[in-house]
């Protein structure tokens, strides 16, 4: 697999970044690790040229590579510490994983699509991004790891996920897009085994995007 990040690449990643940081996100190390990931190797190579767009594109399988500022202001919320065990549900095409990886998580990684999950496995490895990733339903989490100090959820839910709760530790975060028509961007912070604070992003500035949604039992 050979991948070449050339100068036009680096350039235009550090426009974007800089219109994502207009766009209000804060977090230096945020920015700082998007800025160390070369979004066009997550891509194919028919998108190449737009890959430093502040947009969605397919990766196959009806999935798409979420929009770089999605993916910062969920990082941005969960403020991710060197060290933390993070759980992410649907790595897709690992761009969002790579980010975790420059911010020094340690991370967990479910994808249901087996098509995405070898591909995706693949591409990490040969950018040399550590991450201990696994196939099977999100829904499920990875109770044998548990508990994690976040929890990332980068597809919709009708609601908060039980068992993905249960095994985030007291006093985690997990930031999750839920609702079936309105998605509406929530911060769930654990306090106890059974009780949890709730903050809602009504004015996320990307409310309009659609994740797609999170399946039970399809793989």
Do not use: C
């Not at 550090?14 to 219109?19: I, Q």
């Not at 201990?132 to 959820?153: N, Q």
């Not at 993905?164 to 998605?183: R, V």
Request: charged fraction near 20%; proline fraction near 4%.
């Amino acid at each position: 697999m050979q991948l070449v990040d050339k100068a036009k690449h680096q350039g235009s990643r550090k426009r974007l970044v800089l219109e994502i940081q207009e766009m209000g996100i804060e977090s230096q190390q945020v920015l700082d690790a998007l800025l160390k990931v070369p979004r066009h190797f997550f891509l194919d190579s028919s998108f190449e040229d737009h890959a430093y767009q502040n947009k969605a594109f397919p990766i196959g399988t009806d999935q798409t590579i979420s929009h770089p500022y999605t993916v910062a202001f969920q990082t941005e919320v969960l403020a991710i510490k060197k060290g933390d065990k993070v759980l992410e549900i649907g790595t897709g095409s690992g761009y969002q994983t790579a980010v975790l990886f420059h911010l020094g998580a340690t991370i967990y990684s479910i994808e249901r699509q087996h098509y995405l999950f070898d591909k995706t496995k693949q591409l990490l490895s040969a950018m040399k991004i550590k991450a201990f990733l696994h196939y099977g339903d999100g829904y499920e989490g990875i109770e044998e790891k548990a508990p994690f100090d976040k929890i990332i959820v980068t597809a919709g839910a009708p609601s908060l996920p039980e068992k993905l709760f249960m095994q985030l530790a007291i006093g985690g975060m997990m930031i999750i897009p839920i609702g079936t028509g309105t998605q509406v961007m929530t911060l769930i912070i654990k306090t106890s085994n059974s009780n949890y604070r709730k903050v809602e992003f009504d004015n996320f500035n990307e409310a309009t995007f659609r994740f797609v949604p999170m399946l039970k039992n399809k793989q």
